[in-house]
């Protein structure tokens, strides 16, 4: 169980991104007081969350209702996540994530950034609900369900952390920093893609 939850953790940890949200989140909110940053990102995380959950527990149905094979989406899911590591590698998926902030925050008042583009798609977007589909597929049962599931709620606590620390973090580590924990993640995003693709071939073909 234990091997279980560090997988699945690992992987919505890196997709979800934590430190790759925090100085965007920082941005957004740069005129907000400190009361009312945390209480977006709380509104942010809670919305994603649901989301989340919603796809993690229905989303097995789903694909059935569509005649969709669990080995054909393992496929198509770890090709996404490999694509999104590797914008996370060259620095491609910060970029753009930025980018969608400052459109937002010229267009919105900071108090409006917690469904977008915080909720969605910067937290629960295509990545992390593939992610989190991919990872709930493999539970045999209902234990390893709460595993998954458990390991899903501790990456969005960690990510509620981050975002109401994001300021401080921010000025602590840098940018440089950030972007060496960006390309860390990425690396390891690859990785666990790949494995994706060769237990959907392997399921498919065997």
Known sequence: MLNLFLSTFVTLFVIIDPPGCAPIFAGL???ATHKQAFRIAL??????GLILLMFATVG??????????MDS???????MLFLIALDMVFEKRTQRREERAEKVLHDHEPEDVSVFPMAMPMIAGPGSIAAVMLATSRAHDGAEMGVMLAA???????????????KPIMRLLGTRVE?????VLGVLLGALAVQFVVDG?????G
Do not use: Q, W, Y
């Open 179 to 183: 972007a060496v924990i960006t390309r």
């Open 201 to 205: 071939l392997r399921g498919a073909l």
């Open 60 to 69: 097995r149905k789903l694909l059935d209702a569509m005649h969709i094979e």
């Open 29 to 31: 909110t740069r005129d």
């Open 43 to 48: 509104r942010a995380t809670v919305i994603a």
């Open 73 to 79: 989406f393992r496929i198509a899911g770890g090709l």
């Open 152 to 166: 899903l709620i501790s990456v969005l606590l960690l990510n509620l952390a981050g975002l109401a620390a994001a």
